[in-house]
């Protein structure tokens, strides 16, 4: 008789099926300032081993501030921008691939681990398989988790830290003494920091989780009494302390981090870089009722699946009580905080992005529904589900910009009330209106000039899909738990997605700007070590992020052909004083036109103008 199946193959088949499916609907382009943001400070860390993010210059202050050095730094939360090095470093050193494409895929890992650690967390809580896998794929295919597996903001991985952070406390028990409860606990503490470094408003939930921890400790250990806990301190703090300073010490370790990156760009540990217009000043009744219930930004439109916790949560409170304090309170938390800031709804994004995070915490409460679906239930919920999963499909497939761009041309200011609580504007049905093939925002799908699909990445694509749910099918009936099977799931299959990763990646770069490219190339053979880069079009500077393979410093711009601000021309003798040589990207402006070319011209720079198609790049040498 052969083994059965175990929670690490399905944890492991399981993550593999969430990759391929959002490897499918991937699209290797950044589709937000904040995005761009913390994509260029992993880009500064791997070619020059610096912080700064002068190559979006051009954004000013919209989301970076300005350091005591005078470079440009971003003031967004460092934990994504770390997590993204490796990818960012393939995407760097292989040379068939782009460097931002590559970069991309980091929230499809962390969505699909996210999934694999909800199984995990519903089966630890004493839940059927079959309910931690509904549960999972409920997660990964019916919420917001799925477009933003494709976008580059830091709430996927929020997310992520939260929920591996609640699993590893739920993991504290009678079995787990000793070595193995000091490690769960440490864990725990470091996926807390890595949110808080990743979103500094995480700090709040921290006195939540240390209680959760002292909770879960006491409950496993048979001493849970309140009225005992209340009347000896001393007694919880005894039996607890050496895993609450195994929790605490890695939240120090990353204070320390943050507190450190803040010194080294403002001068002081307490400084982040936001501005004090950014502030927790929004109408709280507003913010609350439109991150849960407005057509333009309610989690309950674009997550419907949701409802499903309410008929859920009376009795996981009464089977979980310390999860449910933990899961009850996080959600409250971001609610609350997240109601009350200034942009609650996001901004440009798709739906409620603020209330991602809590999202899988959210999925684990639905476990006891789950586990006694029958009759009109059953078909209650799958019905739930199909509208859920189908609600994800706009988002998916149309860049949510159009939909924002459409009302600002309707005369509507940005952001104004009206868009997010007027059904009329709402985000879901007015992305339905640009559902068309030159809209489409998938890899595999180019409009740079015209329309062209690629056939070959689309059909690849679904064939991973296809054999990760076949193979997680024949683990659920067990029909793969003898050796060699094992070995398929852990080592072959592994390796085939791997490998169709790769070629994709290497046909995603052939994004048609052949000559962007070329001049690029150019650039990198002739260039020296001392020169600069000056890119002057700010729609471009993804392309040359993505294709440029060079380490030279790149300070992004946005000038015409009129007098040049100040900031600039502090900027341009800055560089003009440490780099003997420039290359200038101009964008579309002549020579004798362009505000910059006129200022290295004036001041007796040597000009050697090359031309690539439509592009222009000009290396001025100092006199």
């Known amino acids: 008789m052969h083994p059965k199946t175990t929670d690490q193959q399905l ?3 399981l993550f593999l099926l969430l990759f391929t499916v959002y490897l499918l609907t991937y699209s290797g382009a950044l589709h937000s300032s904040d995005g761009q943001a913390m994509f260029s400070v992993s880009e500064s860390l791997v070619r020059r081993g610096e912080y700064d993010i002068n190559q979006i210059r051009w954004m000013g202050l919209q989301q970076g501030t300005y350091g005591t050095d005078g470079n440009l730094y971003c003031r967004k939360g460092l934990g994504t921008s770390v997590a993204a090095l490796p990818l960012a470093w393939l995407g760097l050193v292989v040379p068939a691939w782009g460097v931002v494409q590559t970069t991309m895929l980091l929230n499809v890992l962390i969505t699909a681990i996210t999934g694999s650690v909800v199984f995990l967390y519903v089966h630890r809580l004493g839940y059927r398989r079959s309910t931690a896998l509904i549960t999972a794929l409920v997660f990964g295919l019916s919420t917001l988790a799925w477009p933003y597996a494709k976008f580059f903001f830091s709430e996927p991985l929020t997310g992520l830290c939260l929920v591996a952070a609640a699993y590893f406390l739920v993991q504290l028990g009678p079995s787990h003494t000793g070595r193995a409860s000091l490690w769960r606990s440490a864990l725990a503490g470091f996926f807390l920091g890595l949110a808080v470094a990743t979103r500094f408003a995480n700090a709040v939930l921290i006195p939540i989780y240390l209680v959760a ?10 001493t849970l009494d309140w009225a005992s806990i209340r009347s000896n301190l001393r007694v919880v703090v005894s039996a607890t302390w050496a895993e609450i300073l195994a929790f605490a010490v890695p939240l120090v370790l990353w204070a320390a981090l943050m507190a450190a990156y803040n010194y080294l760009r403002f001068g002081s540990p307490l400084i982040t870089g936001y501005l004090p217009e950014e502030s927790f000043s929004a109408p709280w009744l507003e913010g609350i009722l439109g991150l849960l219930v407005s057509p333009g930004r309610g989690v309950l439109f674009f997550s419907p699946i949701l409802l499903a916790c309410v008929p859920a949560l009376p009795q996981f409170v009464r089977r979980h009580k310390v999860q449910s304090f933990l899961i009850l309170l996080t959600a409250a938390c971001y609610l609350f905080l997240y109601g009350k800031w200034f942009m609650w709804h996001g901004g ?8 991602l995070p809590v999202i899988p915490l959210l999925c684990v409460t639905m476990a006891p529904l789950l ?9 209650l919920f799958w019905a739930l589900f199909a509208l859920s999963l189908a609600v994800q499909l706009p988002g998916l497939s149309v860049h949510f910009i159009h939909h924002q761009e459409a009302l600002l041309e309707a005369g509507l200011p940005l952001f104004d009330p009206s868009t997010f609580f007027h059904p009329r504007y709402s985000q879901l049905w007015g992305t339905l209106s640009f559902l068309s093939p030159e809209n489409l925002d998938f890899a595999w799908v180019q409009t740079t000039a015209g329309i062209r699909i690629d056939w070959i990445s689309l059909a690849l694509s679904t064939v991973l899909v296809a054999l990760c749910a076949w193979v997680l099918a024949l683990l659920i009936l067990e029909r793969m738990s003898s050796l060699p099977h094992k070995l398929s799931v852990f080592i072959i299959l592994p390796l085939l997605v791997a490998g169709a990763t790769a070629l994709l990646l290497c046909r995603y770069k052939n994004d048609g700007h052949a000559e962007y490219v070329q001049m690029l190339n150019f650039l990198e053979s002739t260039s020296e070590p001392s020169d600069a880069i000056i890119q002057n079009n700010p729609p471009e500077t993804a392309i040359l992020q993505n294709h440029y393979r060079g380490q030279l410093p790149i300070y992004g711009l946005f000038e015409g052909e009129g007098s040049l601000p100040q900031s600039t021309l502090s900027l341009l003798d800055t560089v003009s004083s440490r780099h003997p040589r420039i290359w200038l990207i101009p964008g579309p402006l002549p020579p004798n036109i362009n505000s910059l070319d006129l200022w290295f011209s004036q001041r007796g720079w040597s000009a050697a103008h090359s031309a690539f198609g439509g592009q222009r790049l000009t290396l001025y040498s100092r006199p």
Not at 213 to 222: A, K, N, S, Y
Not at 373 to 378: E, F, I, P, S, V
């Open 371 to 379: 586990e006694r679906l029958a009759g009109m239930t059953r078909a």
């Open 348 to 355: 440009f994004a798709w739906g409620p992005r603020f209330l």
């Open 213 to 222: 921890l002292v909770l879960q400790l006491l409950r496993q250990r048979g």
């Open 11 to 13: 944890a492991w088949a």
